[in-house]
C-alpha cells in the first residue's frame, strides 16, 4: 500500500521533476505534487509525495529530514490525513444574508 509524505520548507525555485528524482533514490514515486497558489502559480513552500510502500516511505523520511536541497533544509515526516474544512458564506450562523 502507498504512503504519503508530506515535504515542507521547499525553495521556491524546486520543481516537482527535481523533488521527484531526489525522492526515487529511496524507492518508486507514485506522485509528486508541489502545492501552489492558485492565484499566481508560485510554490507555496511545500509538497507531497506518496511513496510505493511503507518501508520506502520510512527509507525516504528517515534519509530526507534535514536534507539540504537547493539550500533550504527539507522538513519530511508521513503526511496527516486532511481535514475537512466548513466553507463560510457569510460570517454569520444563520447560513445567509441578513
Given at each position: 500500500?502507498?504512503?504519503?509524505?508530506?515535504?515542507?520548507?521547499?525553495?521556491?525555485?524546486?520543481?516537482?521533476?527535481?523533488l521527484k528524482?531526489?525522492?526515487?533514490?529511496?524507492?518508486?514515486?507514485?506522485?509528486?505534487?508541489?502545492?501552489?497558489?492558485?492565484?499566481?502559480?508560485?510554490?507555496?513552500?511545500?509538497?507531497?509525495?506518496?511513496?510505493?510502500?511503507s518501508?520506502?516511505?520510512?527509507?525516504?523520511?528517515?534519509?530526507?529530514?534535514?536534507?539540504?536541497?537547493?539550500?533550504?533544509?527539507?522538513?519530511?515526516?508521513?503526511?496527516?490525513?486532511?481535514?475537512?474544512?466548513?466553507?463560510?458564506?457569510?460570517?454569520?450562523?444563520?447560513?445567509?444574508?441578513?
Amino acid at each position: 500500500m502507498s504512503t504519503k509524505i508530506y515535504v515542507g520548507n521547499l525553495s521556491f525555485n524546486v520543481l516537482e521533476d527535481s523533488l521527484k528524482t531526489t525522492f526515487e533514490q529511496y524507492g518508486d514515486v507514485v506522485s509528486c505534487k508541489i502545492i501552489t497558489d492558485r492565484d499566481t502559480g508560485r510554490s507555496k513552500g511545500f509538497g507531497f509525495i506518496e511513496m510505493g510502500s511503507s518501508n520506502e516511505a520510512a527509507d525516504a523520511i528517515g534519509s530526507l529530514d534535514g536534507f539540504d536541497l537547493d539550500g533550504r533544509n527539507l522538513r519530511v515526516n508521513e503526511a496527516k490525513p486532511q481535514e475537512k474544512r466548513e466553507r463560510s458564506f457569510g460570517g454569520n450562523d444563520r447560513g445567509g444574508r441578513w
